[in-house]
């Protein structure tokens, strides 16, 4: 059983930075692919960085590509989401979710394991 907490939101002005972790308990993150997903309002809830543990093999949504890196501690139960030049359209709520299974890594099905979300909301 893993347990995924999400920390680091808040709220931050156009053009600053963030940093989100999720913290897992139960079990190291050492065999699993880590998502991040983020629902904004009225819209559909996209995944926009992945991590694989095992193989080392990371993954950007194109709307996010260049600002935002992910990165694993190195005990392996700790993913970072680090958001430079954030924008407005980056106001969401932030998931971190793991899993095991094989697939296109943005299929959200896919994760076994979510934490509960962390707001970031971005302001002008």
């Known amino acids: 059983e893993v347990q995924l907490v999400e920390s680091g939101g808040g709220l931050v002005q156009a053009g600053g930075s963030l940093r989100l972790s999720c913290t897992a308990s139960?079990?190291?993150?050492?065999?699993?692919?880590i998502g991040w997903f983020r629902q904004a309002p009225g819209k559909e809830r996209e995944g926009i960085s992945c991590?694989?543990?095992?193989?080392?093999?990371?993954d950007y949504a194109d709307s996010v590509k260049g600002r935002f890196t992910i990165s694993s501690g190195n005990a392996k139960n700790t993913v970072y989401l680090q958001m430079n030049s954030l924008e407005l359209e980056d106001t969401a709520v932030y998931y971190c979710?793991?899993?095991?299974?094989?697939?296109?890594?943005?299929?959200?099905?896919?994760?076994?394991?979510w934490g509960q979300g962390t707001q970031v909301t971005v302001f002008s």
């Open positions: 979710a793991a899993g095991r299974f094989l697939g296109r890594w943005s299929e959200d099905f896919l994760y076994e394991y």
């Open positions: 991590i694989n543990n095992s193989d080392g093999r990371i």
């Open positions: 139960g079990s190291q993150l050492n065999d699993y692919r």
